[in-house]
């Protein structure tokens, strides 16, 4: 499956971006799908993370309460909104994908990758 992003962006502390990631190449409704973020001299990071259907749904807790990961399977589509941003938050964000039931909150799991996006989160 083939993985675009888009919606980053530079905000100020306390801002708000909604990020997204249309797949394709695949049926989308097999893929778990997650978002994982990379910050320069870190390792990266689970961010959040979402079942086939949408329901269940798995947070890092340095976002827990702040970001909110959905999908719309009819549009091949799984979202990332991020509320309340913090200068921590600075990063390239990925959206990435496991054909696999379940949630996966661990990053090596995910064995399709998008190009990234990046969100910087400054005053």
């Known amino acids: 499956v083939q993985l675009v992003e888009s919606g980053g962006g530079r905000v100020q502390p306390g801002g708000s971006l909604r990020l997204s990631c249309v797949a394709s190449?695949?049926?989308?409704?097999?893929?778990?799908m997650g978002w994982v973020r990379h910050a320069p001299g870190k390792d990266r990071e689970f961010v959040a993370a979402?079942?086939?259907?949408?329901?269940?749904?798995e947070y890092a807790d340095s976002v827990k309460g702040r970001f909110t990961i959905s999908r719309v399977n009819a549009k091949s589509t799984v979202y990332l909104q991020m509320n309340r941003l913090k200068p921590e938050d600075t990063a390239l964000y990925y959206c990435?994908?496991?054909?696999?039931?379940?949630?996966?909150?661990?990053?090596?799991?995910?064995?399709?990758w998008g190009q990234g996006t990046q969100v910087t989160v400054s005053s």
């Open positions: 979402t079942g086939w259907s949408g329901i269940d749904t």
């Open positions: 990435a994908a496991v054909r696999n039931l379940g949630v996966w909150k661990e990053v090596w799991e995910y064995d399709s």
């Open positions: 190449g695949r049926t989308f409704s097999e893929y778990a």
